[in-house]
């Protein structure tokens, strides 16, 4: 599995390496601060604790710095000294931009994922369509996303956290022009006024242990 760090898909999974070049141009205008599910103002961190199968730990802590601007749309940098990522929302839906994705043998780049529509009922659904590529035969793959609950409440590492949006993702692939399920490859879970508080996969679970918001940049 690709060592990742998730802001939410991930801000999506934990196999998703985000990264943002630090070579992009920056624009001086904001992504929709209004989206609170993702409340990343300049300045703000978020801490968390990733734990695998082996029950081996890392903890790590991303900041928000500044923002990117990637074919025309803005996004804010959010990382470590190790990896960027790239988040954006506009009036309730939230984006990503992904590097590398890998799962079950499959693998993707250069990847612009809707993980979060704040605004849909529970039971709704959204897909990303991208291309994967196995043992180098290139084919079609699907992301599902669903929300699973809302206005949910959660405990993570301790805290109790309210107003949460439950989201599934799954994976499905085109083998021989029939379209096989890859199954869940994760859970994610979003606090209003936080962000990501916890994402559970197969191989592992991400939590978030602590965060500071910057509520002067909002």
Not at 11 to 38: G, Q, V
Request: charged fraction near 15%.
């Amino acid at each position: 599995m690709i060592k990742g760090r998730l802001l939410g898909t991930i801000s999506l999974c934990a196999f998703l390496l985000f990264s943002c070049s630090k070579e992009m141009s920056t624009e001086t205008d904001s992504p929709n601060n209004s989206c609170n599910y993702a409340p990343y103002s300049q300045g703000s961190s978020f801490t968390y604790l990733n734990v695998n199968q082996s029950k081996d730990s890392t903890t790590y802590t991303l900041t928000v710095n500044g923002d990117t601007t990637i074919n025309g749309n803005v996004y804010r940098k959010i990382g470590d000294d190790k990896v960027f990522m790239c988040s954006g929302c506009t009036n309730g839906v939230y984006t990503q931009i992904a590097s590398i994705l890998s799962f079950d043998g499959y693998t993707a780049a250069d990847l612009r994922l809707t993980y979060l529509n704040d605004f849909l009922p529970v039971g709704s659904s959204w897909t990303d369509t991208i291309s994967v590529t196995n043992d180098s035969i290139t084919s079609t793959a699907v992301l599902q996303y669903t929300i699973m609950e809302k206005g949910g409440n959660r405990m993570v590492n301790g805290k109790g956290y309210t107003d949460v949006i439950t989201v599934q993702t799954d994976a499905s692939t085109t083998v021989m022009n029939t379209m096989l399920p890859l199954g869940t490859i994760s859970t994610n879970y979003y606090a209003k006024g936080i962000g990501l508080i916890e994402s559970d996969q197969h191989q592992d679970t991400t939590t978030l242990v602590g965060y500071t918001l910057n509520k002067k940049s909002l």
